[in-house]
């Protein structure tokens, strides 16, 4: 069910006012917990027809020994402000005899010392449901705004009209979409300051504004902690994204991290150019060497990061392992699982704290998207989650649709992937133009045990291989631009996970700038080639590359 957008009431909170204003205008809230309920009918009495203030949840408040009146005029035009249908009348002057530190005190606090007064009385509620006829809905529904837009002026109409019924056929089609609707809105409503005040107090589970969460982008969320059997997930607007945000959340100055050599140049770049900046090292080690990783952490490394199968070489790590140092040491271990997706890994079930992907790739997988997925440990999702409501990397709506409807066929997708590159992998590693194919299926690769018991279905779409030939000489750079130009099938192009494949001779795609005695330490050589392949019938990838070949 879509987090949002409940047009009709299932359920509703029996409160001493039932009738309550503060659900007026469509949706009730959702079933709280424990709600203390406020009712102004106890103390307004008979003046309210039909009325409450609506539901707040109190909570408890210090108190200083200073006792200055609360002016409940005051607290109503901060926190419930303008009136709504019933609630006009709590206009009247109500002076609870609450102390409050004026200074000191949020409007939470206001809220609670009201509740706690006892103007309005405070009331357990206890958490029956009733249900709300959808006749009684039908007309609040058409009540105020409805009548108001009938009389109103052709701009106003134009504004308003057609838009945001919360009941009726429109609001029910939505629920009842088999699709996750788009939600293309930056901002979202509130029908009462009752409403919003539940909201910030976590008894109304809605959105607020679009840099914070989008019903479209949470059902996203919530379909990669399914997958990855996540506490919380944090879909960001890329990779990237999702990388420096997690980084700048989970380090503070003079913290320092271990990472693995191989690995996204931009990460690598955010590692050594921007962090440092915070006085944030990073040490970095071979993806195999398990000892050099446990060592960083008894130095009191914060954070363990690194990718698994790693890009461009196809290095695995030994996660299980590293994930035990980790909790041994208190380190925070996250795994950049893009290149297997969770239909080959779950990082998190290894003991991971957090899994990130870029979205991009495998799980958009269709090349039409661009966005980053970090799942986990929910207190560590709150803490970027928080730092990404500053940062602002948010995802569009429509790319969290797409990737929505790209994860649906997850499995189908990595089980032809799978196929394609452990089969290509194969034929390359026996062909004599190819000195190395870098792929863990293959035994002749230096993590084939580790990956081997790690990979539950395969080891993902991406596999690389070098063309024989002196690794850094001209002719190998030649053959490289000769191989991949000969190629009918792939698409010459960077990123990689779609349905369609892409090949890319790596020194002159993100590597164009780097010296040769860097791409030397990190083996990027003249005739490295990293094939992504897609989905397309094995027999023609496998053909393609032959014939391809013959041209080196
Ligand atoms: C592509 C990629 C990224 C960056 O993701 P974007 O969505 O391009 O920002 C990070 N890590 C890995 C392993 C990648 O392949």
Known sequence: MPPTFRPLPAAFVSTPLTSSSGWTRGMPPPTPRIVLSFSCHTYLGSRLDRSSLGVVRATPTLFTSRKPKLSYNNFLLKASAAPTEGNSLLRDNFTPSTSLNWEEATVREYVAALAENGHPLVTQVNGEN??????????????????????????????????????????????????????????????????????????????????????????????????????????????????????????????????????????????????????????????????????????????????????????????????????????????????????????????????????????????????????????LLEKIRSLHGILGGVVDPHSSYLLLRGMKTLSLRMRAHNENAALLAQVLSQHPKVSKVHYPSLSSHPDYHVAKTHFKNGFGGVLSFELRGEPFGMDTFAAGIRFVDALSIPHIGPSLGGVESLVEQVCIMGYFDQPQKVRRELGISNGLIRFSCGIEDKSDLVNDVLQALEAV
């Open 130 to 379: 009733q249900s709300l006829s959808d006749d009684w809905l039908e007309k609040k529904t058409r009540s105020k705004r409805e009548s108001f837009l009938q009389d109103s002026g052709s701009t106003t109409k134009a504004v308003h009209g057609g838009e945001q019924k919360r009941q009726g056929k429109k609001a029910r089609a939505i629920l009842d979409a088999i699709a996750m609707p788009i939600v293309q809105s930056s901002t979202f409503t509130f029908r009462s300051s009752s409403d919003c005040i539940a909201y910030n107090q976590g008894q109304y589970d809605s959105f607020e504004y679009g840099r914070y969460g989008n019903p479209t982008t949470r059902a996203a969320e919530e379909k990669i902690m399914l997958l990855e059997e996540a506490e919380d997930a944090l879909v960001s607007s890329s990779g990237m994204n999702s990388v420096t945000t997690m980084l700048l959340a989970l380090l503070s100055p003079n913290d320092c991290l271990v990472t693995t050599r191989d690995c996204y140049r931009r990460t690598r770049q955010f590692l050594q150019t921007i962090l440092p900046r915070m006085n944030i090292q990073t040490i970095v080690v071979d993806p195999a060497d398990t000892a050099s990783v446990e060592a960083a952490l008894k130095q009191g490394a914060k954070l363990f990061f690194s990718e698994m199968p790693t890009n461009p070489l196809i290095r695995v790590i030994d996660a299980e392992n590293i994930v035990r140092l980790c909790h041994r040491y208190g380190t925070i271990c996250c795994i950049d699982s893009t290149f297997a997706t969770a239909y080959n890994l779950k990082p998190l079930c290894l003991g991971a704290d957090l899994v990130l992907h870029s979205g991009t790739k495998y799980l958009g997988g269709h090349n039409d998207l661009m966005c980053g997925v970090l799942a986990g440990k929910k207190e």
